[in-house]
């Protein structure tokens, strides 16, 4: 893979996670049944990241889950490796209350179709929204952030990078070619 550079660096990101972290508060009133739910992986370290900056604005936290969407994939049946389950983690109720999923990058809209059809395994939300660092464009499906920390054209050929230090030692986000 040709690295061909960085989009947002440590700063960046914490920038784009601060405003996305106003912009859910601002949307939403506050953090009144309001709950935060990261994809494994990456969306799960930006999740917990808005969570704490919602909380140092807010002097209040907000309840944080884990979705794991591998069963809910529609490309489960292709290839033949098993499939590997790190777990669903959603300690609250989802009925009723508005939920953000988190994740890293938005690409064609299959991975956040595979995250509400997990979150709604555990009940009806009142609303679902979508927050993701990137938007890459591509979209297979009539998904829509509702929050985006950065718009990045892409083409096909190339793949978008999110390093983050919780996972990788670094935060930064780049584009190589495939």
């Known amino acids: 893979m040709e690295k061909k550079g960085q989009i947002l660096d440590a700063k960046g990101i914490q920038r784009a996670l601060t405003r996305i972290s106003h912009e859910i508060l601002e949307k939403n009133k506050g953090i009144e049944g309001l709950a935060l ?3 494994r992986t990456g969306g799960v370290f930006l999740c917990q990241r808005i969570a704490r900056i919602i909380a140092d604005i807010e002097k209040s936290e907000v309840p944080v889950g884990i979705v794991d969407i591998t069963l809910y ?19 609250f109720n989802v009925d009723g209350e508005k939920i953000v999923i988190v994740d890293d990058v938005l690409y064609t809209g299959r991975t956040v179709r595979a995250a509400m059809d997990a979150v709604m395994e555990f009940g009806r939300p009142r609303m679902i929204q ?12 009539p998904i829509k952030a509702d929050y985006i920390g950065k718009n990045v054209p892409t083409s096909r050929t190339e793949s978008v990078n999110v390093r983050l230090t919780e996972k990788d030692g670094v935060d930064e986000v780049t584009v190589t070619e495939i």
């Not at 994939?73 to 300690?91: A, K, N, Q, S, Y």
């Not at 979508?130 to 499906?141: F, K, M, S």
């Open 37 to 39: 739910v990261g994809i």
């Open 73 to 91: 994939r529609d490309d489960l049946t292709v290839g033949t490796h098993l499939p590997i389950l790190r777990g669903t983690e959603l300690p």
């Open 130 to 141: 979508l927050a993701v660092l990137i938007d890459r464009g591509h979209r297979e499906l």
